[in-house]
């Protein structure tokens, strides 16, 4: 299948299901962001520490 072109939406509160989710992500060739309300610096760090490709803030 391929994936490159679209655009997912993925909200998972549940630690073990999101490492799941981002595996497979990652494996299919889509970038992955975080789009959070947190926007300190070290909440983007945590994030690209995490796996993710980016960081949005919402800055609430």
């Known amino acids: 299948m391929e994936f490159s072109g679209i655009s997912i939406l993925l909200a998972e509160d549940n630690e073990i299901n999101a490492e799941i989710a981002m595996t497979l992500l990652q ?10 309300a947190n926007a300190f610096a070290e909440d983007r760090q945590e994030a690209l520490a995490s796996g993710m490709n980016g960081h949005n803030s919402s800055g609430r």
């Open 27 to 36: 494996e299919a060739g889509i970038p992955i962001l975080a789009m959070t």
